[in-house]
């Protein structure tokens, strides 16, 4: 009885290792000026009257959009965000003058094997600047399983 106990505890013992150091990450965000990705590889639509502007400084990438019908429409590629179980798109925008900066989520347009793309639009009809984006992203659960099973005994 007493080997069959010390057995068990050490097929668990295989299966877990005991780290009592802080748990991983479960989410995730790009790093700033994730923008300057899009502007580089052209992974970008403006429609109507959109147009690429400077960002949060003279040397990055913007975009305007509004007044009236603008859209800037950010394609991004599968490869950025296959490893995560869901996530989110997120645009960093300010008024014109580029005061009252906030976070606005971005509702995903599916487009299949080439990737998602994110329009952020006037609000309104007012113009605003896009100034940053951002994917927030959640990890699949890495929990280690185990399975002990005891053979049926003839």
Same mark, same amino acid.
């Given at each position: 009885?007493? &080997? &069959? %106990? *010390? %057995? *068990?505890?050490f097929a668990?013992?295989?299966c877990f290792s005991l780290d009592w150091g802080s748990d991983p !990450? +479960?989410?995730e965000? +790009?790093? !700033? &000026?994730?923008?300057?990705k899009f502007c580089a590889d052209q992974s970008y639509e403006l429609v109507g009257t959109a147009k690429r502007t400077s960002g949060l400084t003279s040397d990055s990438c913007g975009f305007s959009v509004g !007044?009236?019908?603008g859209t800037v429409r950010f394609i991004v590629p599968p490869d950025d965000v296959a490893f995560y179980t869901s996530f989110t798109f997120e645009a960093l925008v300010t008024s014109d003058e580029g +005061?009252? !900066?906030h976070w606005i989520h971005v509702p995903e347009e599916p487009m299949g094997a080439t990737g998602s793309s994110f329009a952020v639009s006037d609000d309104g009809g007012e113009k605003r600047r896009v100034v940053d984006v951002r994917v927030v992203g959640e990890f699949p659960d890495d929990t280690p399983g185990c399975s002990i099973a005891r053979r049926k005994l003839r």
């Open positions: 009885m007493e &080997r &069959r %106990a *010390l %057995a *068990l505890a668990c013992s295989a !990450p +479960t989410s965000q +790009t790093a !700033p &000026r994730y923008i300057e !007044p009236g019908n +005061t009252n !900066p």
